[in-house]
């Protein structure tokens, strides 16, 4: 059993920056994947970013590359997403995510076991 608790979510103007985070416990944390999903009302949940376990590599939606990072540390627990330049369509509720096995793809939502329960990103135009 795997627990993540999201954090760092609220309303920023378009153009600037929130840092989430996702606090993970229960089970040894360093050798998952771990992935960020984004679900807007009215629209299906869609993949924003994953880390593999060492933090060597990343992968990234088309629609947050060049602005958002993701980082991971393992001594505590903790997976990172920090989101610069934001536009008004990263409005969304975040998620992450966790795949205790090797993700066939990790931008399918799938392929994780256990889910955060979300916290809140109003991008204002």
């Known amino acids: 059993q795997v627990q993540l608790v999201e954090s760092g979510g609220g309303l920023v103007q378009a153009g600037g920056s929130l840092k989430l985070s996702c606090a993970a416990s229960?089970?040894?944390?360093?050798?998952?994947?771990m992935g960020w999903f984004r679900q807007a009302p009215g629209k299906e949940r869609e993949f924003v970013a994953a880390?593999?376990?060492?933090?060597?590599?990343?992968r990234y939606a088309d629609s947050v590359k060049g602005r958002f990072t993701v980082s991971r540390d393992n001594d505590k627990n903790t997976v990172y997403l920090q989101m610069n330049s934001l536009k008004a369509e990263d409005t969304a509720v975040y998620y992450c995510?966790?795949?205790?096995?090797?993700?066939?793809?990790?931008?399918?939502?799938?392929?994780?076991?256990?889910w955060g329960q979300g916290t809140q990103v109003t991008v204002s135009s």
């Open positions: 995510a966790v795949s205790l096995g090797t993700p066939v793809r990790w931008d399918g939502s799938m392929w994780y076991n256990y």
């Open positions: 229960g089970r040894t944390f360093s050798t998952y994947v």
């Open positions: 880390i593999s376990w060492s933090g060597g590599s990343t």
